[in-house]
């Protein structure tokens, strides 16, 4: 007799030790049942051509069946399925069969077993990759989700903050030409809290105006306007706008000659000033009185490198990348102080992002190098921008957009 025809009559015996051994409720075992079955007349099928391949398509679907959590009531995997059923087939042939009988069974069953564990590790690892990736792609969505509601709020709190500031800034004009006629003693009283009310609304307009800025980067809608610059008269202009406030934290800023500096290119220079401004103000913030910071850089081929080093508190490897990102500011918030200029007084972690949003969009990059964050050591960062070399403004349709960023900047008002 050969191994089949000894086998197929162990079935029910084979099945219910089968059943037992991988299900525990009534209900798994009813389902259950029928792929076990199927596994059997497959073996069967497979022992008599004496070729693996038909147990293959029954392990494919096992290890595809999200981890074969219908083949029990626990988590099994099918290679965990797989050494069950074996163990099984081997009781269930050593009882029923007498010794020989069972040898002449098991013999040609271990290959097929054999590979039956092969292609199973391949499948479920194949499996598992596949889940993985759907679950990435998962956690990309919500991600990009999680970054669009951003964008919203972004949006709609810069809209929704325009609109009463505007009325506090009228008020406050209102009350300010009110008190013109009043008498002396009265003006004299309320000059402080009108300018309390004046520095209020400067610094609600910034964080507005950071608002807007972030939000047409985020929606692409920052238009530029490109006219010849050298980047030695825009840092001229910016140490001279600096200087009080150098001098108060007693920072040295040194601009070096660079090559470059003096080369003519083109760019938005509101927009670079901005940009370079807030490099500046941050390495002023984030470096401890009587501290240095240097601006140089060099030329390259297509490209002008500035350099932003400062002798300040540095970043940690892990938050270099971080602080480019919407409300990128590391540290503890709740020691957060908001002064423009202090050392530490840290803003929404808006301003790093714009720097980048407004770089990129004169097709440039920026990023930051620094050992470590330190506060005693204060091993400092360097700021890095590339900003491609161009002898013309970029051939583009310069009236493209332009409606919809206007629609843009009025929504809401
Ligand atoms: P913020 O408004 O908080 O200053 P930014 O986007 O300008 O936001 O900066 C994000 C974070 O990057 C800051 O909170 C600070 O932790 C870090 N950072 C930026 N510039 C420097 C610097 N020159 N030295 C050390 N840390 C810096």
């Known amino acids: ?32 049942r029928p792929q076990l079955l199927d596994f059997f007349d497959r073996l069967l099928s497979a022992l ?26 626990e988590r ?29 069974v098991l013999e040609p069953l271990l290959p097929l077993w054999l590979h039956a564990f092969a292609y199973a590790a391949e499948q479920e690892l194949q499996a598992q990759m596949e889940h993985a990736r759907i679950e990435l792609a998962k956690v990309q969505q919500d991600l990009e989700r999680l970054d669009r509601s951003k964008s919203n709020f972004v949006s709609v709190a810069a809209h929704e903050l325009k609109t009463p500031l505007t009325l506090i800034e009228g008020y406050a004009a209102m009350l300010e030409d009110t008190l013109r006629s009043a008498p002396a003693p009265l003006r004299e009283q309320s000059q402080p809290l009108l300018q309390g009310i004046h520095r209020g609304c400067e610094r609600t307009r910034e964080i507005v105006d950071n608002l807007i800025d972030v939000s ?15 980047l030695h008269q825009l840092f001229n202009a910016l140490v001279a706008e600096l200087a009080p406030v150098l001098e108060k934290r007693h920072l040295t800023l040194s601009v070096e000659p660079f090559l470059g500096s003096r080369h003519l290119i083109f760019g938005d220079i509101t927009r670079l000033q901005q940009a370079f401004r807030h490099l500046l103000l941050n390495a002023i913030k984030y470096t401890p009185d009587g501290g240095r910071i240097t601006v140089d850089g060099r030329l390259l081929p297509g490209f002008v490198e500035v350099r932003i080093s400062d002798t300040g508190i540095g970043i940690a490897p892990e938050n270099q990348r971080l602080i480019f990102e919407k409300f990128g500011r590391v540290g503890d918030p709740r020691t957060h102080s908001s002064s423009k200029t202090g050392f530490k007084g840290g803003g929404p972690g808006l301003g790093l992002s714009i720097v980048k949003g407004i770089i990129e969009a004169h097709g440039g990059t920026i990023w930051v190098e620094s050992p470590g964050y330190d506060e005693e050591k204060c091993p400092g960062s360097t700021f890095h921008v590339l900003l491609p070399l161009r002898s013309a403004p970029p051939d583009e349709d310069e009236t493209r ?13």
């Open 1 to 32: 007799m050969d191994a089949r025809t000894l086998l197929e009559p162990l079935r029910e015996p084979w099945l219910n030790a089968a059943t037992d051994a991988l299900a525990r409720g009534e209900a798994t075992r009813a389902g259950l």
């Open 48 to 73: 008599a051509q004496g070729d693996p391949t038909p147990l293959n398509i029954v392990v494919t679907t096992w290890a595809w069946s999200l981890t074969s959590t219908d083949l029990s009531d």
């Open 76 to 104: 099994l995997t099918v290679l965990d399925a797989l050494r069950v059923l074996g163990g099984v087939t081997l009781r269930v042939v050593r009882r029923h069969l007498p010794p020989e009988q069972a040898l002449q």
């Open 216 to 230: 047409l980067i985020d929606n692409n809608l920052l238009r530029l306007s490109f006219q010849p610059l050298w």
């Open 401 to 413: 957009g332009l409606e919809q960023l206007a629609a843009y900047l009025t929504q809401g008002e």
